[in-house]
């Protein structure tokens, strides 16, 4: 933990961001914990429905007088210092602390702390593990950084013995966490607005799998190359899951008319069951079979885990359905990594469907930079990428990359892109050229899951 406020001597918290997804939960763990929570955002969000119904109040707007009452304020990484609320606080003597931090120190109050990390798939294994708690009554807290249908926000609230949450990686966030399994699904080359390089991200992750006690288990997806070289340097207990050669993996695989895989779960040579997805992608199958051997670790049954992973349904904003155009389905998925597009339209590439026009919006200009200017092979199963202006998020365009910049190195590897300066022109652009059987799939982390309501008719 990285910070020295005891958030024992404190009773009364105000959240700035409580909006946000990870927010949100974070309000609803003090709340389970017998705080006084409150909290201000910038706009009312999906996530502030369920505080409300708990008897949490969501000031809209920020103001000074939010604060006033409160002995502690809780800080997304998004609110500046500036911020009204945080500067009534500082002339006030009342203490603040980031969120990783309170994370951090809330998890600390229960016996036994799960983080699930990885660049990609984090919140689809953590909603996994929510419903099979459900199933298997494990009665475990979780913390999700989404919207889960099932749950009405992105917190499930159980016994305090067993807490699991996303560990995240960016800032090294994670580093607050102290936990005593980790689950490690992959390594990749995002936030490199933060992360100096690749080299960087993966000492992150050493650092993390070096919190674990020496009774810890580290369970970690060894098909992933940096993965495997931190599980092979590990001393203590590991169980390793994969498409072959690791503990847990998949045998006898097939799919449906829609490209649901079906499986039997193997554990070494013995299998333990079949296992039917109702979502696409192999990369969900390997996201299944991490959350059951996280599952299984945690002394669920395998009917649970087989009952609770064939009712499962995507969290929001993960191949969402939003309806259709012209006939044409339209899906959004918050992928907004070249390796978590690649999956993603690898699996829509099984979907039935004619021609698949992606709209892709990046988020923030370093990663346009750094990941979407040369080497995107991740649009290759695209038969057209639409592309509009580049979502700024909490930068500011210097002027050295453009949404076109996007568009010239899609072409360049052989797959056809189009600049569309806003969402109004990609509106008219679909009008003119889908047909019933085609397929839309928006991408990106930005407002693009709001403009893609326009889409539909």
Not at 31 to 57: C, M, R, W
Not at 139 to 164: A, K, Y
Not at 317 to 338: C, I, L, S, W
Not at 391 to 407: C, L, N, Q, S, W
Request: charged share 25%.
């Amino acid at each position: 933990m990285t910070t020295d406020i005891d958030i024992s001597k404190h009773s009364r918290v105000h959240l700035v961001g409580i909006g946000g997804c990870s927010m949100s939960g974070l309000a609803l763990l003090f709340h389970d914990k017998g705080y006084y929570v409150q909290g201000s955002d910038a706009k009312h969000t999906p996530f502030v429905e369920a505080l409300e119904n708990k008897g949490i109040k969501v000031f809209i707007g920020h103001d000074a007088n939010n604060v006033e009452g409160c002995d502690l304020l809780i800080y997304s990484a998004a609110i500046p210092e500036d911020n009204v609320e945080r500067a009534y606080a500082k002339s006030h003597n009342i203490p603040q602390i980031e969120r990783k931090d309170a994370l951090g120190a809330i998890s600390q109050t229960y016996k036994k702390v799960v983080g699930i990390s990885g660049c990609h798939g984090k919140t689809t294994i953590t909603s996994m593990l929510a419903l099979i708690n459900e199933h298997a009554a494990l009665n475990s807290t979780v913390h999700i950084g989404g919207f889960v249908d099932f749950l009405g926000g992105g917190v499930r609230i159980g016994g305090h013995d067993l807490f699991i949450t996303e560990a995240c990686e960016y800032v090294e966030s994670f580093l607050s966490l102290s936990p005593d399994i980790i689950v490690l699904n992959n390594i990749d080359d995002d936030h490199l607005n933060y992360f100096k390089d690749i080299e960087h991200i993966v000492q992150a992750f050493e650092k993390f799998i070096n919190q674990l006690p020496y009774d810890g288990v580290l369970i970690a997806n060894t098909d992933d190359f940096r993965v495997k070289k931190l599980f092979d340097a590990y001393e203590g207990r590991k169980i390793s899951y994969g498409m072959k050669h690791a503990d847990f993996f998949p045998a006898n695989i097939t799919y449906d008319e829609m490209g649901c895989a079906e499986f039997d779960l193997m554990k070494g040579s013995q299998s333990l069951g079949r296992i039917k997805l109702n979502i696409i992608g192999d990369y969900n199958m390997m996201n299944a079979i991490s959350a059951s051997a996280c599952a299984l670790e945690l002394g669920a049954k395998f009917d649970s885990i087989k009952d609770a992973l064939f009712n499962f349904s995507l969290a929001r904003r993960r191949f969402e359905y939003y309806g259709t155009k012209q006939g044409a389905k339209v899906f959004h998925d918050y992928a907004h990594h070249p390796g978590e597009i690649k999956v993603v339209l690898g699996g829509a590439k099984k979907y039935p469907h004619n021609k698949l026009y992606v709209v892709f919006q990046c988020n923030s200009y370093s990663r346009a930079k750094t990941l979407f200017t040369q080497n995107v092979d991740c649009f290759n199963n695209a038969d057209v990428v639409l592309v509009p202006d580049i979502f700024p998020g909490r930068e500011k365009d210097d002027g050295t990359v453009h949404a076109r910049d996007i568009v010239e190195a899609i072409n360049k590897s052989g797959v056809e892109a189009h600049y569309l300066k806003d969402f109004s022109d990609i509106n008219d652009y679909l009008k003119e050229v889908l047909h019933p059987d085609d397929l839309v799939i928006t991408l990106g982390s930005g407002d693009v899951f709001e403009k893609t309501r326009e889409l539909v008719d």
